[in-house]
Nanobody, 115 residues
Framework: VQLQASGGGLVQPGGSLRLSCAAS????????MGWYRQVPGKQRELVAT???????MYSDSVKGRFTVSRDNAKNLVYLQMNSLDPDDTAVYYC??????????WGKGTLVTVSS
């Protein structure tokens, strides 16, 4: 399983970024896809997930600001992040869970929100 995230970077407070994740080695259309994030010294936390039927779930901290979506034809999952806040600064990890309940994470991409 390979999950390659991209799109991180430096953005000012109130700005937007879109993360992308290219997945391989999985039956993409059947898997739950999503994003976690982690701040150094803290536990990794769930940000958002999207099921094979495109049912989405968000953490309370990002609800209304972030949107997760998927493209099953291209094996891609996205995280559109709007109204970014310095508290959103973290390493963001692409995530998948297969039909057997196995969880996988890719290497992260750093998002820094700062003026």
């Amino acid at each position: 399983v390979q999950l390659q995230a991209s799109g991180g970077g430096l953005v000012q407070p109130g700005g937007s970024l879109r993360l992308s994740c290219a997945a391989s080695g999985i039956i993409f259309s059947l898997n739950v896809m999503g994003w976690y994030r982690q701040v150094p010294g803290k536990q990794r936390e769930l940000v958002a997930t999207v099921t094979s039927r495109s049912i989405t779930m968000y953490s309370d901290s990002v609800k209304g600001r972030f949107t997760v979506s998927r493209d099953n034809a291209k094996n891609l999952v996205y995280l559109q992040m709007n109204s970014l806040d310095p508290d959103d600064t973290a390493v963001y990890y692409c995530y998948t869970r297969d039909i057997y309940g196995m969880n996988y994470w890719g290497k992260g991409t750093l998002v820094t929100v700062s003026s």
